[in-house]
């Protein structure tokens, strides 16, 4: 063995440990830039004053990988009337649907996400703020 060269065994252990250090840097970078900032975003939705929305269904959408929705707001008299969700590709967000109810009730999306079902319920509102913005740039 030359003079200042690890043993063979020991290198193949530097390298593996090199790898392993660049790997979980690179994983935990990727999941840092995956997660969306919810607290972020939901405070971003607009607060749309609905007596300037016209009558009319207007749908919105909304992506929030891996959720996509698309979103048909009913509004009569200034007021929500209804919300149908058109498409709503969520994984395991089913249970965020029901977040409609609460923003027909509230008059606002500006309304707390289902627990469990953050990521849905953030894209949902989203939509439905899409939608709104849509019918009152009439």
Same mark, same amino acid.
């Given at each position: 063995? +030359?003079?200042?060269? +690890?043993p063979?065994? @020991? ?5 593996? @440990? %090199?790898? =392993? #250090?660049?790997?979980? #840097?690179?994983?935990?970078? $990727?999941?840092?830039?995956a997660?969306?900032?919810?607290g972020?975003?939901? #405070?971003? %939705?607009?607060?749309?004053? /609905?007596? *300037?929305? #016209? ?5 919105? =959408?909304?992506? %929030?990988?891996?959720? !996509?929705? +698309?979103?048909?707001?009913? &509004? ?16 395991q967000?089913?249970p $965020? ?5 609460? &923003? ?5 999306? *500006? ?6 079902a953050?990521? !849905?319920?953030?894209?949902? %509102?989203?939509?439905? $703020?899409?939608? /709104?913005?849509?019918?009152?740039? +009439?």
């Amino acid at each position: 063995m +030359k003079e200042g060269m +690890k043993p063979r065994g @020991a290198r193949t252990l530097a390298r593996v @440990a %090199l790898i =392993s #250090a660049a790997l979980m #840097a690179v994983l935990v970078a $990727a999941a840092s830039c995956a997660t969306p900032d919810y607290g972020q975003r939901l #405070a971003a %939705l607009p607060a749309i004053e /609905l007596s *300037r929305v #016209a009558d009319g269904t207007w749908e919105g =959408s909304a992506f %929030l990988l891996p959720v !996509s929705v +698309k979103a048909a707001v009913r &509004v009569e008299g200034g007021r929500i009337a209804g919300i149908e969700l058109v498409r709503h590709f969520n994984g395991q967000g089913k249970p $965020a649907e029901a977040i409609v109810d609460a &923003v027909i009730a509230a008059q606002s999306v *500006r309304v707390d996400a289902v627990a469990g079902a953050t990521h !849905s319920s953030v894209a949902i %509102l989203e939509a439905v $703020a899409d939608a /709104l913005s849509k019918g009152s740039a +009439k």
